[in-house]
């Protein structure tokens, strides 16, 4: 045998083998990311998650109101401000 053709052959099948264990290990990837267990969420977590988000929704409501009271308490406390300083009341 020609050491020409041993070493394409080797190379050859080392090509091939390389390939296939690339593709074996990109399968595998991929069907682990297809077969991930993902999270369910039972009809109690869900009422759960809705009343807690309805809460939340009703604080930042409240929190919003308080803000713009607060606003408007400033706003009119610089307007009385501005007042005496251009010398009204």
């Given at each position: 045998m020609d050491?020409?053709?041993v070493g394409i052959g080797v190379a050859i099948i080392t090509a091939v083998g390389g390939s296939v264990a690339?593709?074996?290990n990109v399968t595998?990837?991929?069907l682990a990311k297809w077969?991930?267990?993902r999270p369910a969420v039972g009809p109690g977590e869900a009422e759960e998650l809705r009343?807690?988000?309805t809460q939340?929704?009703?604080e930042v409501?409240?929190?919003h109101e308080r803000v713009d009271f607060t606003e408007r308490v400033l706003a009119s406390e610089?307007?009385?401000e501005r007042k005496q300083l251009e010398g009204g009341n």
């Open positions: 050491p020409i053709d690339i593709l074996l595998r990837a991929v077969t991930r267990p009343h807690a988000i939340l929704a009703a409501s409240e929190l610089r307007e009385r």
